[in-house]
């Protein structure tokens, strides 16, 4: 079987291999021109190299995500009289530019909803796999007869229970359209539930830099496995702005979560790391009889522009990357197949604020990717608040 280095890149050579024979020199001397030359490194098994330190994309991300806690703790720590995330600091963040709006449907809000307020948000979600990439980022058509389409209802509800703490339940819908090695699932039923909880650690103050941070708790529960949903389990549902998780699965999702408006712009930006429980292999007496699948690194990220003040029509740029890693927290070795991927996409679309309500409308193609399909998927979200 062929080796995949993480996160999922084939580490291919040119060179040829040179076979030695025991007791043979690896550095030798060039016939023509009595130069030492090394002989090629040897390939392990597999025939694919070991790649040295960490992916290219890998340290990129480690890079971004290091920068970011740099900022965000030197604007934190800034100069300032309002506290981190008391009276004062509500009262000035309340009174500063802030327009009503949606943002990006896959970016989850930094900052809290008023202690007792509701705030309830519907999202929709459709999805199409057009093509797939392999494990060396070049694309490649599906399988004939292939075809998966995803169409997802969630309901976002809000409820602050303290000025800076909210609680958070999605309970969403799932409808499923596929054909897959000749076998074919299409239905509705109930998506996989997630609840939990978000604090507001920091409240982002106007006159300098300093910018809202929270972090969030979240449990996936497989309520589509409970209730029988017509989807094939272990697959993802569309990206959204709840975490990405493994279908029909338990998972634990931590977030940390940034905001900042710099009028007429709104910026917004989410990491999240998931750890999926094993699980029990279908149909039962299968092999392996537990699937352990890899933690799931992601992040979002979205620019707002809020020329009008009192209807909030704004553009939206959102970005999004999701990482299979090869390994668990828990310490199991990873028995699912692909054992590490890659997604990257972008997300332009349009948003109208008319008072109470705000409407938002965008489209959210994948234009990069490993060892993962393809997908084009449109998005729309309608917020109501009182």
Same mark, same amino acid.
């Not at 291999?17 to 090394?38: F, I, W």
């Not at 199991?332 to 409407?359: C, D, H």
């Given at each position: ?7 999922? @890149?084939?580490? &291919?050579? *040119?060179?040829p ?14 016939? @023509?021109c009595?130069?030492?030359v090394?002989?090629?490194?040897p ?8 790649q040295?330190g960490?992916p290219? %994309?890998a340290? !990129?991300?480690?890079?971004?995500v ?5 900022v965000?703790? $030197?604007?934190?720590?800034?100069t300032?009289?309002?506290s981190l ?15 009503? +709006? ?22 929709l979600? /459709? ?5 797939? #990439? ?5 694309? *490649? ?5 292939f ?8 309901? $976002? ?7 800076n703490?909210?609680?958070? !339940?999605?309970p969403?819908?799932?409808t499923?359209s ?10 509705? +039923?109930?998506n996989d539930?997630?609840? /939990? ?26 309520l ?11 697959l ?11 279908? /029909? ?9 940034a ?6 712009? @709104?910026?917004? $930006? ?5 750890f999926?429980?094993p ?19 992601? #992040? ?5 522009y ?5 209807? +909030? ?19 199991? %070795? ?29 489209? !959210?193609?994948?234009?990069?990717g490993?060892s993962?399909?393809?997908?084009? &998927? ?5 917020t109501?608040r009182?």
């Amino acid at each position: 079987m062929n080796r995949v280095d993480p996160p999922g @890149r084939r580490v &291919e050579t *040119a060179l040829p291999t040179r076979v030695t024979a025991p007791g043979d020199d690896p550095e030798r001397s060039c016939p @023509r021109c009595k130069r030492r030359v090394h002989a090629p490194r040897p390939r392990p098994a597999g025939g694919h190299l070991e790649q040295d330190g960490p992916p290219p %994309r890998a340290a !990129l991300l480690l890079a971004v995500v290091a920068m970011l806690v740099a900022v965000s703790s $030197a604007a934190a720590s800034g100069t300032t009289a309002l506290s981190l995330n008391g009276p004062d600091a509500l009262a000035a963040f309340d009174a500063a530019w802030n327009p009503l +709006g949606t943002g990006s449907t896959i970016v989850l809000p930094a900052d809290t909803v008023a202690a007792g307020a509701f705030d309830y948000r519907l999202y929709l979600y /459709g999805i199409v796999d057009l093509w797939r #990439w392999n494990g060396n980022d070049a694309t *490649a058509s599906l399988p004939r007869g292939f075809h998966q389409s995803q169409f997802l209802t969630l309901a $976002a509800l809000y409820y602050g229970l303290t000025p800076n703490t909210e609680l958070d !339940l999605w309970p969403s819908l799932l409808t499923t359209s596929s054909r897959v090695n000749g076998r074919t699932v299409t239905g509705t +039923g109930l998506n996989d539930l997630a609840l /939990g909880i978000k604090h507001r650690f920091v409240v982002q103050d106007s006159d300098s830099l300093r910018p809202s941070l929270s972090a969030a708790l979240l449990t996936s529960l497989p309520l589509s496995s409970w209730a029988g949903t017509p989807a094939d389990r272990g697959l993802f549902f569309p990206i959204s702005i709840l975490p990405t998780t493994h279908l /029909g699965t338990y998972g634990l999702t931590g977030i940390l979560m940034a905001a900042k408006n710099f009028r007429p712009l @709104r910026l917004s $930006a989410d990491l999240y790391y998931t750890f999926t429980v094993p699980q029990s292999s279908l149909p039962p007496g299968s092999r392996p009889s537990t699937i352990q699948y890899g933690d799931l690194l992601s #992040w979002r990220g979205g620019i707002e522009y809020l020329p009008d003040n009192r209807y +909030g029509f704004g553009l939206v740029l959102g970005a999004c990357g999701v990482t299979g890693l090869p390994f668990s927290v828990d310490g199991r %070795r990873v028995n699912s197949s692909p054992a590490a991927f890659q997604l990257f996409g972008i997300q332009p679309g349009v948003e109208l604020n008319t008072g109470g309500l705000s409407v938002f409308a965008g489209v !959210l193609p994948t234009i990069e990717g490993i060892s993962a399909n393809g997908f084009v &998927e449109a998005t729309a979200s309608v917020t109501y608040r009182w």
